[in-house]
């Protein structure tokens, strides 16, 4: 995976998937095609249904911030199509926001699967930060409590996307069917990022990106 020099946005621990609000979000893009616009609507009316009004600012801010890496195509799949889908899209956008997330699924995740060890362990994991903390410094700065919840976050986010299934450890890794339509929306964009469904870069083609 080609190391991308920002530092890794680490504060997606503000929801999980959250698929079900995230069509909300999308939903009302849709209707104002403007993201601050989108955003007064659902705050006014607390579309997201939080119990305070900062949890709703958090959790909009959040999803909006995901949701606005994403194409029209993904948009309306992710405001339309089934909830499979939905959860593929709302993936897709944590994906592209937050490189973390998605080079721990390219990268940790498809290496076990090729390896025949669908496994994941607390220590698969925690060898996996140790490593990408050579050159994200800021994975080292974190405090205890963080660095419990990121963990605690993507793994739930994971088990939302299809990618991590009930077992011993911290669950078995599963690769996730497809539909045509979210094939599509991911291919038309960029194939690479089915690497975040963990597809073999055989399968993607062109360079790797592993």
């Known amino acids: 995976m080609h190391v991308n020099a920002a530092p890794y946005n680490l504060s997606f621990t503000a929801a999980s998937l959250r698929p079900e609000l995230a069509r909300i979000v999308a939903e009302y893009f849709l209707i104002e095609r403007d993201w601050e616009k989108a955003k007064e609507r659902i705050l006014s009316t607390n579309a997201l249904q939080c119990r305070s009004a900062s949890s709703a600012v958090r959790l909009e801010r959040e999803l909006r911030q995901r949701l606005g890496t994403l194409t029209g195509e993904q948009l309306i799949v992710l405001a339309q199509a089934t909830a499979e889908d939905r959860a593929a899209m709302a993936w897709l956008a944590t994906c592209k926001h937050t490189s973390f997330a998605f080079e721990f699924a390219a990268e940790a995740l498809r290496d076990k699967l090729a390896a025949h060890d669908p496994i994941l362990r607390p220590s698969d994991y925690e060898t996996y930060v140790e490593i990408k903390a050579v050159a994200r410094p800021e994975l080292m700065k974190l405090s205890g409590t963080t660095k419990s919840k990121i963990r605690q976050v993507l793994l739930l986010m994971l088990s939302e996307a299809g990618l991590l299934g009930e077992g ?30 963990l597809v073999p870069d055989r399968e993607i083609g062109g360079p790797s990106f592993s």
């Open 168 to 197: 011993i450890a911290l669950g078995t890794i599963q690769r996730p069917v497809l539909s045509p339509v979210v094939l599509h929306a991911v291919t038309s964009d960029d194939p690479r990022w089915l690497a975040g469904f």
